[in-house]
């Protein structure tokens, strides 16, 4: 620093970065401030208002300083420098917030060194990942009244994990259970996965979908609230975007025609899988949403904005043992590389990249329709005159249109076998067949394995 450095920082006077100080009182909560905020420099010898009052530099006033830096919780890495008769203490952003002094935890607020509230302490340690929901035991649920044993049996099977230990320790090595005076007690990522009734306990772990007739989101055709295991929760998701994803198909010449839907299902799913993944579970009063319009679907989902975050850069995880059980299974990944999954889905399918927004509370991803799908959607069908042979490659064909189709091919084709030539579920096939049976449209003759269908013309 020299003269006219100095000249510009008295003048500009105290600020975000910057403080002043007579003297060494009150000075460790300056230091703590900065460092959990953006850091900053301390000039001790000026006074409030920015006049040079000096102070009698010596080996024994730096090392008083250390002691204080020493003394905070964690340690604050700083830096002493010092100009003329004025010492000018660096302090460099803390990377192991939140820090404290003795009189209490503080941060930065304009020109002011702050006193942390205890709801901006709670804050504060949730967006620095200190304190994670999926970590903390739930004293609510009780083993193993509330376990839900064939739900660990479909993940170790997912998992490819041995099922020859014992229970317990299995839960122990897959770090949901911890073991106190004798007795097993879950943690919150335990219960979201293994328990009976998740929602019995975490009441607002639901994902909410709901299909919109207009464009505006007002006309409600269908909502639900879907339930059950994250797991579960996440198949039960794509099973209603795939009951409502509209398709075309393409003549290729082949024995099967081609499916082009509407949307990249994969994409879709990895974003999903993320929304649950990452979900701020400390916030009850908010739930995932999916919402499918006619020309788009959104998912959002309330957070907690991670501190210098970027997207597609920053690795994140919110919730580090869910994201771990989800690794294990292949559901998404340690690395924070969803974002560019979604795009090479949406790249290969012909589709636009999702458009991502967020703020500081909320998270919003939105997926438009397939390009390809638009394409078939504008080609009307031709015939040529020879040959009386259709040679467009567009035919769209709403769900249970497509049901009839395979049922007229194969009047004893199966539920499962309908939703694998469909691409649906097996719930969302037999909610169609439900829907044709009220219209009088389908009929089942004989029993449920020995029957077929009938279509009523």
């Not at 192991?96 to 209490?104: L, N, R, T, V, W």
């Not at 490819?160 to 014992?166: E, N, V």
């Not at 007739?213 to 609230?225: F, L, N, Q």
């Not at 040959?387 to 009047?411: A, D, Q």
């Amino acid at each position: 620093m020299n003269k006219k450095e100095l000249s510009l920082i008295l003048q500009e006077g105290e600020g975000y970065f910057t403080e002043f100080k007579e003297g060494l009182s009150g000075v460790d909560k300056d230091f703590v401030a900065f460092a959990n905020s953006s850091g900053g420099k301390v000039l001790i010898g000026v006074t409030d208002d920015g006049k040079v009052k000096g102070i009698t530099i010596t080996n024994r006033i730096k090392s008083e300083i250390q002691n204080i830096s020493r003394n905070c919780d964690p340690e604050i890495k700083l830096f002493v420098k010092s100009f003329e008769n004025i010492l000018i203490v660096e302090v460099r952003e803390g990377k192991d917030k939140p820090y404290k002094c003795s009189s209490g935890f503080y941060k930065r607020i304009g020109a002011t060194s702050q006193k942390m509230t205890r709801n901006e302490i709670l804050s504060f340690f949730k967006s620095e990942g200190k304190v994670r929901f999926d970590e903390l035991i739930n004293t609510e649920f009780k083993y193993p009244k509330d376990f839900n044993r064939d739900r660990l049996n479909i993940f170790l099977e997912l998992a490819g994990l041995s099922k020859t230990l014992s229970i317990d320790k299995i839960l122990t090595s897959l770090g949901v259970v911890e073991h106190q005076n004798g007795n097993l007690y879950f943690n919150n990522a335990g219960v979201l996965l293994f328990a009976k009734e998740p929602q019995n306990i975490i009441s607002w772990s639901v994902f909410t979908v709901v299909l919109f007739k207009d464009k505006e989101g007002v006309d409600v055709i269908d909502r639900k609230e879907i339930t059950g295991s994250l797991f579960e929760i996440i198949e039960q998701v794509m099973g209603f975007v795939k009951l409502y994803t509209k398709v075309a198909y393409r003549i290729t010449g082949k024995p099967q025609r081609e499916n082009i839907y509407e949307y990249p299902f994969e994409a879709i799913r990895e974003a999903v899988i993320n929304s649950v993944m990452h979900k701020d579970y400390f916030e009850r009063g908010h739930n995932n949403i999916l919402k499918f319009f006619p020309d788009r679907i959104q998912i959002e989902n309330i957070w907690v904005k991670p501190q210098n975050f970027i997207l597609g850069k920053t690795v994140f995880r919110r919730n580090h043992l869910i994201a771990d059980l989800f690794s294990r299974i292949n559901f998404g990944e340690k690395l924070g590389s969803g974002v560019k999954r979604m795009r090479d889905v949406c790249q290969k399918e012909n589709s636009p990249y999702p458009e991502i927004e967020y703020t500081n509370t909320h998270f919003y991803i939105v997926f438009k329709q397939s390009k390809e799908y638009l394409k078939l959607e504008s080609i009307t069908p031709k015939t040529t005159q020879k040959t009386g042979v259709k040679t467009g490659v567009k035919t769209r064909v709403k769900t249970r249109g497509e049901i009839i189709n395979l049922i007229n091919e194969n009047s004893k084709v199966t539920i499962r076998e309908l939703a694998e030539r469909t691409s649906l579920t097996v719930k969302g096939i037999e909610w169609n067949i439900k829907k044709l049976k009220q219209e009088g449209k389908l009929k089942r003759v004989g029993s449920a394995k020995g029957g077929y269908w009938k279509v009523i013309k």
